[in-house]
T-cell receptor, first 114, second 111 residues
Framework: GAVVSQHPSWVICKSGTSVKIECRSL??????MFWYRQFPKQSLMLMAT?????????EQGVEKDKFLINHASLTLSTLTVTSAHPEDSSFYIC??????????FGAGSRLTVL | GQNIDQPTEMTATEGAIVQINCTYQ??????LFWYQQHAGEAPTFLSY????GLEEKGRFSSFLSRSKGYSYLLLKELQMKDSASYLC????????????FGKGTKLSVIP
């Protein structure tokens, strides 16, 4: 089946630094990918829709200058958390449409900002 | 706004049947998804309903009533490995897959 690879799985960084998370569709092309954030015991919250070759569209309340999204190819989208702070610590998950009515999710990236 | 409600937790016995309900109030509707999520892992797709009725897939079935804004996920012959969170999600856009998720129902299967 379709596979979405997300890297890194875990990352710990110091406050004020930037962290990049990659999301790759391994055996299919994804013109659109989605980025979510999930806090403990909370639901997945859609942050932004990443479109290949164009600017991402952000959900209300998500700072586009803080969460930079780049979708430079049909198989890769990246999310960069800039100037990370402890409140940005969360589980970040990407997904891509891999078939009719099917979204395939990456395994997630757990970010801890010290 | 978008609102999706599902029970926070449920407990069921191995071998039994459990039904997880989901009610939704969204600005639009283009399908309802159910996902399974084990702790610390990514959600995995279980089912998709866009028309009223029951969709059966092995031990899992999902039902939708659009007029009532209601869906349920039915799990039969429960196994210990079914212990997980089950997420109800609605595509309220124009088939854009910009999903709104419920908070999930944590199911514990006991011997």
């Amino acid at each position: 089946g379709a596979v979405v690879s997300q890297h890194p799985s875990w990352v710990i960084c110091k406050s004020g630094t930037s962290v990049k998370i990659e999301c790759r569709s391994l055996d299919f092309q994804a013109t659109t990918m989605f980025w979510y954030r999930q806090f403990p015991k909370q639901s997945l919250m859609l942050m932004a829709t990443s479109n290949e070759g164009s600017k991402a569209t952000y959900e209300q309340g998500v700072e586009k200058d803080k969460f930079l999204i780049n979708h430079a190819s049909l198989t890769l989208s990246t999310l960069t958390v800039t100037s990370a702070h402890p409140e940005d610590s969360s589980f970040y998950i990407c997904s891509a449409k891999s078939g009719a009515n099917v979204l395939t999710f990456g395994a997630g990236s757990r970010l801890t900002v010290l | 706004g978008q609102n999706i409600d599902q029970p926070t937790e449920m407990t069921a016995t191995e071998g039994a049947i459990v039904q997880i309900n989901c009610t939704y109030q969204t600005s639009g509707f283009n399908g309802l998804f159910w996902y399974q999520q084990h702790a610390g892992e990514a959600p995995t797709f279980l089912s998709y309903n866009v028309l009223d009725g029951l969709e059966e897939k092995g031990r899992f079935s999902s039902f939708l009533s659009r007029s009532k804004g209601y869906s349920y996920l039915l799990l039969k012959e429960l196994q210990m490995k079914d212990s997980a969170s089950y997420l109800c999600a609605v595509d309220s856009g124009a088939g854009s897959y910009q999903l709104t998720f419920g908070k999930g129902t944590k199911l514990s299967v006991i011997p």
